[in-house]
């Protein structure tokens, strides 16, 4: 299986363009974990090198906290718990109801093209296997009742995730590593860092610079692992790209990957990447799963339709379509 680096996803991150207000006392710090299944990129901008490896160690903390609470592998996790109930109800924290009830939210606004219900589908393709292969028609037909988000109810006043399915699985991996990132960001803001970018594996969000210079992104070619289709510049808000090259396996030359289509069990053979510029990164990370799925011409449609919110979208065929105000 041949697998490519998510921190390649967005090249370039820590140059900065010529800003007019320099500070020759701030340097950039920087570092990289493994959390969330990918590759952490933490990058602060400080005048002090303890105040900046503090706030650093402080988000990476979080990273991890969030990272085992939505892990569905983990038998401690209430997802995992929801995966494994007898009846139809789970109490969870307020803080998982929440991002459940906000992917449900996306789930409306890309007529169910983002949805967490294929987490029932995600056993039968693993990625991690030497050898993989596609499931069978059967296996897939067998599960395939069971991904609906509309079977989900979410009841905050008692803390509670009801599904009319009684086989129905959650996995939030589209939404919780940028809700994961955020947070981050969030604690290096109170940090009072000078600026700060968080990669996870093509999920990153930055914050402005004291030196008033901007961050750059690369926008990697999904079929060219070292080129970039574009580099981008911007001073705050999020980039996600979501991509067939990113995990992905070949069988009888046909690419598998790893995002699914909630209509058929299959990975969506329509996009080869989605790059979504949103203020979060937990929102653009959901909206590229989703508009990876729904396709350039629907997903153009919806990028219109989203208050600051822009897009890129490479097509199967390579073709490159932008949403009206991708002006970068």
């Known amino acids: ?20 207000n320099s500070d020759n006392s701030l340097k950039t710090y920087q570092v990289t974990r493994f959390a969330l299944g990918t590759v952490i990129e933490i990058t602060v901008l400080d005048d002090s090198e303890k105040h900046a490896m503090m706030a650093i160690e402080a988000a990476m903390a979080e990273i991890n906290r969030i990272g085992s609470l939505f892990y ?19 109490v969870m924290p307020e803080e998982v109801l929440s991002l459940i009830q906000r992917g449900l939210e996306v789930s409306r606004l890309t007529n169910g093209c983002f949805d967490m219900t294929v987490g029932v589908l995600l056993p039968l393709w693993d990625f991690k296997s030497k050898n993989p292969e596609p499931p069978t028609e059967e296996q ?32 939030t991996g589209g939404i919780a590593k940028g809700y994961a990132v955020d947070r981050a960001i969030e604690i290096l803001y109170r940090k009072a860092v000078k600026g700060a970018l968080v990669n996870a594996g093509g999920d990153l969000r930055v914050l402005p610079r004291a030196d008033g210079k901007k961050w750059r992104v690369g926008i990697q070619n999904p079929r060219i692992q070292q080129e970039l289709l574009k580099i981008i510049e911007i001073d705050s808000g999020a980039v996600v790209t979501s991509g067939d090259y990113q995990k992905f396996f070949f069988h009888n030359e046909k ?68 949403s009206s105000g991708f002006n970068y």
């Open 1 to 20: 299986m041949k697998k490519a680096f998510l921190t390649l996803i967005l090249i370039g991150i820590i140059a900065g363009l010529s800003g007019c």
């Open 72 to 90: 569905e592998g983990n038998p401690e996790s209430p997802l995992y718990e929801f995966s494994h109930r007898t009846g139809d109800r789970v």
């Open 140 to 171: 897939i037909k067998s599960v395939l009742p069971f991904v609906n988000y509309q079977s989900l109810t979410v009841d905050p006043e008692n803390n509670m995730l009801i599904s009319a399915s009684p086989r129905t699985m959650l996995t």
């Open 255 to 322: 690419r598998y990957h790893h995002l699914l289509n909630p209509q058929t069990g299959l990975p969506a053979d329509s996009c080869q990447s989605v790059t979504i510029i949103a203020p979060t990164t937990e929102r653009a990370d959901a909206l590229a799963t989703g508009i990876f799925i729904a396709g350039a011409k629907q997903g153009i449609e919806l990028l219109e339709k989203i208050p600051d919110t822009e897009g890129l979208i490479v097509r199967h065929d390579g073709k490159i379509f932008k």
